[in-house]
C-alpha cells in the first residue's frame, strides 16, 4: 500500500524557519496537502496543492515540492505553531486512494 | 460560515452498533463529496470513508479496514451526514472527524468538525 514518510519530530527555537518534509513515490504526479493539529483539536487546513494557502491561514506558511519530496515551511516559527503536521495525498492507482503521512510533532 | 458539527459517538461493546451525524452549516452537503477520518487515541489520521457529491446519493468509497462495517451516507434534506458502524472491533476505538472533501482526484479536506469519540470496550 501507498505510503507517506515524514520525520516524528522536528525542533526550532522561537524566530528560527522550521521546514517538514513528506515523501512518496506518487508525488511527483499528485498534489500533497498539510494539516496542522493542535492538541486536542481538529486539524486544519494550511497548505493545499502543494503550494496554496487557504485564506486566513498565516503567510508564514508556505509548500514546495521537488520530485518526492514535499515541504512545509514555516518562517519565523512562534510558540503557536507547536503542534502535530500532516501531509496528505492520495494513492495515484486510480482508487480512492486518501493516504496520510505519520506526522511530524514540532516542538518550538 | 461553513461549519460541521459531528454527534453520536459514544462507548459500545464489541461487535454492537453506532451511528455517527455530522450536521453541515453554511454549504449544501448535495454540492460536494465529504469524508470520515478518524484517529486512535495517541496515533495519526486515518481516512475512512467518503461519499461523492451530487443529488442522487452519490458514490460510496471506504478504506479496506472498514469495508462492509461501515457505511456512509447522507441526508440533503437535513444536511447531514452519517456513518453507520456495525460489527465494531477494538481497533475501531478512535475520534471520528468528518469534513468536506474538495478536489476530486486530489483529494484535500476543509473544513473539519470537531470530532465525536467512539470508544469499542466491554
Known amino acids: 500500500s501507498y505510503e507517506l514518510t515524514q520525520p516524528p519530530s522536528v525542533s526550532v527555537s522561537p524566530g528560527q524557519t522550521a521546514r517538514i518534509t513528506c515523501s512518496g513515490d506518487?508525488?511527483?504526479?499528485?498534489?500533497a496537502h498539510w494539516y496542522q493539529q493542535r492538541p486536542g483539536q481538529a486539524p486544519v487546513l494550511v497548505i493545499y496543492k502543494d503550494t496554496e494557502r487557504p485564506s486566513g491561514i498565516s503567510e508564514r506558511f508556505s509548500g514546495s515540492s521537488s520530485g518526492t519530496t514535499v515541504t512545509l515551511t514555516i518562517s519565523g516559527v512562534q510558540a503557536e505553531d507547536e503542534a502535530d503536521y500532516y501531509c496528505q495525498s492520495v494513492d495515484s492507482s486510480g482508487t480512492y486512494g486518501v493516504v496520510f503521512g505519520g506526522g511530524t510533532k514540532l516542538t518550538v | 460560515e461553513v461549519q460541521l458539527l459531528e454527534s453520536g459517538g459514544g462507548l459500545v461493546q464489541p461487535g454492537g452498533s453506532l451511528r455517527l451525524s455530522c450536521a453541515a452549516s453554511?454549504?449544501?452537503?448535495?454540492?460536494?463529496?465529504m469524508s470520515w477520518v478518524r484517529q486512535a487515541p495517541g496515533k495519526g489520521l486515518e481516512w475512512v470513508s467518503a461519499?461523492?457529491?451530487?443529488?442522487?446519493?452519490?458514490?460510496?468509497y471506504y478504506a479496506d479496514s472498514v469495508k462492509g462495517r461501515l457505511t456512509i451516507s447522507r441526508d440533503t434534506s437535513k444536511n447531514t451526514l452519517y456513518l453507520q458502524m456495525n460489527s465494531l472491533r477494538a481497533e475501531d476505538t478512535a475520534v471520528y472527524y468528518c469534513?468536506?472533501?474538495?478536489?476530486?482526484?486530489?483529494?484535500?479536506?476543509?473544513?473539519w468538525g470537531q470530532g465525536t469519540l467512539v470508544t469499542v470496550s466491554s
Open positions: 506518487a508525488l511527483p504526479k499528485k498534489y
Open positions: 469534513a468536506r472533501d474538495l478536489g476530486f482526484g486530489d483529494n484535500w479536506f476543509d473544513p
Open positions: 453554511g454549504f449544501s452537503l448535495s454540492s460536494y463529496a
Open positions: 461519499i461523492s457529491g451530487g443529488g442522487s446519493g452519490g458514490s460510496t
